[in-house]
C-alpha cells in the first residue's frame, strides 16, 4: 500500500504537523518504506512460533542482599516529634 502526496498532506493536517512543500517527498517516501516494511513483515510466516512476554529471555541481575549500613534508628527517632516502642507517631488521618 503506497500513500499518495495527498494522503500524506492529509495525514500531516490530522497529526497537526506542520510540513513544508519541500519536506513532503521526503517524508512520503519515508512514510511508504515504513509502510512497505510492516507489509514484509506480516508475509512471514509465523504459525507454530510461541509468542514472548519479552524479546530478550533473560534473568535480572540482583544485587547481593548484604547489609550496607548501619543502624541509626534511635539517631533518628531521637529527633522525631513522637515516638512510642520504636514506632513513629503521626496524627489521625481517617476517623
Given at each position: 500500500?503506497?500513500?499518495?502526496?495527498?494522503?500524506?498532506?492529509?495525514?500531516?493536517?490530522?497529526?497537526?504537523l506542520?510540513?513544508?512543500?519541500?519536506?513532503l517527498?521526503?517524508?512520503?517516501?519515508?512514510?511508504?518504506?515504513?509502510?512497505?516494511?510492516?507489509?514484509?513483515?506480516?508475509?512471514?510466516?509465523?504459525?507454530?512460533?510461541?509468542?514472548?512476554?519479552?524479546?530478550?529471555e533473560t534473568?535480572?541481575?540482583?544485587?547481593?542482599?548484604?547489609?550496607?549500613?548501619?543502624n541509626?534508628?534511635?539517631?533518628?527517632?531521637?529527633?522525631?516529634?513522637?515516638?512510642?516502642?520504636?514506632?513513629?507517631?503521626?496524627?489521625?488521618?481517617i476517623?
Open positions: 500500500m503506497a500513500l499518495e502526496r495527498t494522503e500524506v498532506e492529509k495525514i500531516a493536517h490530522l497529526a497537526r506542520g510540513l513544508a512543500e519541500a519536506d517527498p521526503r517524508t512520503t517516501e519515508t512514510l511508504n518504506n515504513i509502510l512497505g516494511l510492516i507489509d514484509r513483515m506480516q508475509a512471514v510466516d509465523t504459525c507454530g512460533i510461541e509468542p514472548l512476554a519479552h524479546p530478550l534473568t535480572q541481575r540482583l544485587r547481593a542482599d548484604v547489609v550496607t549500613e548501619r541509626q534508628r534511635d539517631a533518628y527517632q531521637a529527633i522525631a516529634p513522637a515516638v512510642e516502642d520504636g514506632l513513629y507517631l503521626v496524627p489521625r488521618v476517623e
